[in-house]
């Protein structure tokens, strides 16, 4: 049976916002990273932040320099008061990373990351590294399909040299194992490979979506995000993995993607016990069509806020992706931790169950369907992956890094990478009729 939401619902896909422009410090060129970051924390921190930035393990300088024309203050004195809020977790990754990079292992370093934060109402930060995608690793080649088996003849992760290995973490009865990312987009950027032995193809489950929840759940940094791109969605080997990314080091000031502060409109369910929700993301604040889902709590589940039901968000999540790869449609897909309520609760209508009962502390689970990646313009200058769909751009040369504004990144991912209007549409229906 057919079920279509009203067209009111749909017409608030372009609901109108506020800016979400972020304003990360930045600095112009010529000076030495670590004398520059220290001078800048001199002018403007109290002396022990001074004190602190001198002793921070991760040496800036070994990752941050500046190549040519730009550089963004990504970690300075903020990270040090962070550290105390890692995790066993957090510290295996950004520990791990830093060991493997003074290793010399990495196929490109982060010191040759210049960033720049693009002017308008998006926040949009664009990195460019000369070494990246000269040194990355190719990307499966062939026909491909959405749902494919893995070959066992190319690259997996069971044929990365040992060294690359950071630990192994138990996650929702995976054993994940941890390596650094030979071409990292950011200090402390891992891929995260549940069953790694298993090489279990390029293809997200309910209990790979348990697992990945269970893993954003370990981290007690709010600026950990678990990123996964999907075959024909720029995923570049068919071997299951997450990327984990901690924001603070890619350029954003807030620590959030600029897609996560967009306005959306829920469309079916909400969050209060036993209950599932589904919200889009304003079309008009966004340059390209995605949803979010999140949980309610489980029946009887106490807390202020109660948690999430986990189970039932990860199961749900699972069957809106498994709609996709049934359709062989691309997905990239983002999971955020609980950030606290985005706007104040409406009391007005003391008779609707929203008012009165408690809002589960839930993730959020960002869905992007798009087009396949051979959709995209030759020419384009980008990967259209789930960080560029999020807001931020690894752009292929210093041409596009200095020419890409927000209207030529909005009309290039509206035209080549985002779903139909029609297809998204029908796709949605089917959604919110899961929760209805």
Not at 363 to 378: A, C, Q
Request: charged share 25%; net charge negative; aromatic share 8%.
């Amino acid at each position: 049976m057919e079920i279509g939401l009203p067209k009111a619902a749909l017409s608030q896909r372009s609901v109108s916002g506020s800016a979400l422009a972020s304003d990360p410090d930045s600095f112009g060129e010529g000076a030495r990273p670590r004398n520059l970051l220290r001078k800048a924390a001199a002018n403007f921190a109290e002396p022990a932040i001074v004190r602190e930035f001198d002793a921070f393990p991760r040496d800036i300088a070994a990752y941050e320099l500046p190549s040519t024309s730009m550089f963004v203050l990504n970690c300075c004195a903020a990270s040090r008061a962070e550290k105390a809020k890692e995790s066993v977790f957090d510290k295996l990754l950004l520990d791990g990373f830093s060991q493997v990079a003074g290793k010399g292992l990495l196929r490109s370093q982060t010191s040759s990351i210049v960033r720049r934060t693009v002017e308008g109402n998006l926040g949009l930060v664009l990195s460019h590294s000369p070494d990246h995608f000269a040194k990355k690793r190719e990307m499966t080649r062939g026909d491909k399909e959405v749902v494919m088996d893995a070959d066992p003849e190319a690259f997996n992760f069971n044929k990365v040299p040992s060294e690359e290995l950071v630990g192994v973490e138990d996650s929702s009865e995976f054993a994940v194992s941890v390596l650094a990312c030979g071409s990292p987009l950011a200090i402390g950027h891992m891929l995260l490979v549940p069953r790694r032995d298993a090489a279990a193809p390029q293809v997200l489950t309910t209990e790979l979506l348990r697992c990945g929840l269970d893993l954003v759940g370990k981290s007690w940094r709010r600026d950990f995000r678990l990123l996964f791109n999907s075959m024909l969605g720029f995923a570049s080997v068919n071997h299951f993995h997450y990327h984990g990314l901690y924001l603070e080091y890619c350029g954003f000031s807030q620590r959030q993607f600029p897609v996560e502060r967009v306005e959306r409109s829920t469309v079916g369910g909400g969050r209060t016990s036993g209950k599932l929700c589904v919200e889009l993301l304003a079309e008009s604040q966004w340059y390209c069509r995605g949803f979010v889902l999140t949980a309610g709590s489980a029946i009887g589940a106490a807390g202020d806020p109660p948690p999430a039901d986990l189970e039932a968000l990860a199961s749900f999540a699972g069957n809106v992706i498994g709609l996709l790869q049934s359709r062989n449609i691309p997905h990239n897909v983002m999971i955020a931790p609980y950030q606290g309520e985005r706007k104040s609760r409406d009391y007005g209508d003391i008779f609707a169950e929203e008012t009165w009962m408690p809002l589960a502390a839930s993730p959020e689970v960002y869905i992007f369907p798009r087009r396949p990646e051979g959709k995209l313009r030759e020419d384009s200058g980008l990967n259209a992956a789930i960080c560029e769909i999020s807001g931020l751009i690894m752009c292929h040369d210093e041409d596009r890094f200095q020419q890409f504004d927000e209207d030529k990144v909005s009309s290039l991912f509206k035209e080549d990478v985002s779903l139909s209007g029609d297809d998204f549409d029908d796709l949605i229906c089917k959604v919110a009729w899961m929760v209805s």
